[in-house]
Each structure stands twice: as C-alpha cells, then as structure tokens.
C-alpha cells in the first residue's frame, strides 16, 4: 500500500526560524513509516531544507515550477534547478495560482511535462469554485481539469502522480468539505483515471486539502479514498501540523 501522504504547503509565508523548529522536532520525533511528510516551503528556503532535512525521512518541495526549458525567463525557477535541491515532489495548478496568475490547464500541462522529464512528482492541484458547486458543476470542473492535461501529457505520465482535490471554497475558511462529498468526488477522481489507464490510476493517489487540521484530519484520513493531504494554514503552527501526523497514525 502506498504509504499516506501529508503535505504542507506553506504559501508565501514561514521563515527559516519555523523550518529549524520542524527540524528540531522531526529530528527527534520522526514520522511513523506509512506517513510521508513533505514540506513544501517558498523556492529561497529549499537549500536550508536540504540541508536540515537530509538526514531524516521528511522529505521537501516546492510549490510551483516554471513551464519552460531553462532559458531566458526573468524570475522563473526550472524543473532542473528543483531536481538539483532534490525536491521529490511540486506543486502545480494551485487555485491560488490559477486565480491571481491567470494559469490555465494548458500552461498546468506544461509544468507537468517538465516535472515529468526529470521525474520530479506533481501534486496537482483541482477543484471547484463555490459558484460551480452551488450549480451542480463539480464533476464537470473536475473532469475538463483533468482530461486537459491528460489530452497533453499522456495517462502514463499520472504514474505515481498525486492529485490534490482542493474544493476553492473550503481553502482558508476554516470549514472543510464534508467527509461524505469528499468521497464522491475521490472515488469520481479515481475512476476517471481508472478508465484511462486502470495499472496507473493505482499508483495515484487523491489527496486532500481545503481547511485540514488536526480536527477534522481523522475523519477525513479514514475515508478509503482518501490518501492524504495538502495542508495549508495548519502546517505553518508546529503543534497543530504534528498532531495531524499523531492523528493520522491513530487511523
Ligand atoms: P488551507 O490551504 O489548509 O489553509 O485551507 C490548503 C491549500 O491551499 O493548499
């Protein structure tokens, strides 16, 4: 079985300070084996990572990469320069990106691509607005975010992918989706996959994030179709993220 999956993500926000605090505790308390924790903290702090987490099993990454070969592109950071800081995983299509950036799925693919070529692993991030949901649209948003990018990448390079299903309107709010709708929407996830390409859709797994924190990871971390999650608010409170982690065992 593949092992669950917690995934900070720190945004733009946590410092050095915060990143020697999570090394001081993981280096004392690490995570049970079926747990994979990841950091992934702003592009600046990865070579302090590298170093204070290297000797552990936490592993780190970063949150977003740039679409392009590497080149003459101002302010952009590549797939090569996150291999280099052995980042393992990236995330891409973040709403908070896809919103304020104006990213579309053709320019997600892109990125995918270039994580894929140096076998870095995505966390692609989906989900749908309140507006969508309130309409019914769920399945629809899910879908065309989906097909886009397998249209230009191919089912095979899914291989061991994860997919983060974010609805937009549980991010920040404090209110998680409810373990039930959570559900319909993993298992929709994971069967639209499956019919793709059923060997791959296997080593996929379908993360959650949206308001996670140490009082709602239980229920949500049982749900068969829930590997793991991408966390944001409570990953940057050490206490609130290492309980998730001592929650998650408890399952
Ligand atoms: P949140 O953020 O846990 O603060 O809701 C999750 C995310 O945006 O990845």
Not at 52 to 76: E, M, N
Not at 200 to 228: F, K
């Amino acid at each position: 079985m593949l092992p669950i999956l917690l995934a900070a993500n720190w945004k733009m926000q946590g410092n050095e300070k915060l990143l020697h605090d999570f090394a001081t505790y993981f280096t004392h308390t690490p995570p049970p084996e079926h747990i994979e924790v990841v950091l992934c903290v702003p592009f600046v702090y990865l070579p302090l990572a590298q170093k204070l987490f290297k000797q552990t099993t936490i592993r780190w990454g970063a949150q977003d990469v740039s679409p392009y070969q590497p080149g003459a592109y101002t302010g952009q950071i590549s797939a090569q320069m996150l291999s280099e800081f052995v980042c393992r995983y990236v995330i891409i299509g973040h709403s908070e990106r896809r919103a304020l950036c104006g990213e579309s799925d053709n320019l997600i693919a892109e990125k995918f691509k270039r994580l894929h070529e140096l076998k870095l692993l995505p966390i692609l991030c989906i989900g749908e607005t309140q507006e969508q949901r309130a309409k019914g649209e769920t399945d629809t948003v899910i879908h065309a975010q989906l097909s886009s990018i397998i249209e230009q990448v191919g089912i095979d390079a899914f291989h061991q992918a994860v997919i983060a299903y974010e609805p937009i309107w549980a991010i920040g709010t404090g209110n998680a989706a409810k373990p039930e709708d959570v559900e319909v929407v993993h298992n929709q996830i994971y069967h639209y996959l499956a019919q793709q390409n059923e060997a791959v859709a296997e080593t996929v797994r379908v993360i959650y994030g949206g308001s996670m924190n140490e009082n709602n990871v239980r229920s949500l971390i049982t749900l068969p179709s829930v590997a793991g999650g991408l966390v944001g608010g409570a990953s940057l409170k050490l206490d609130s993220f290492s309980e998730m982690i001592i929650q998650t065992n408890r399952v």
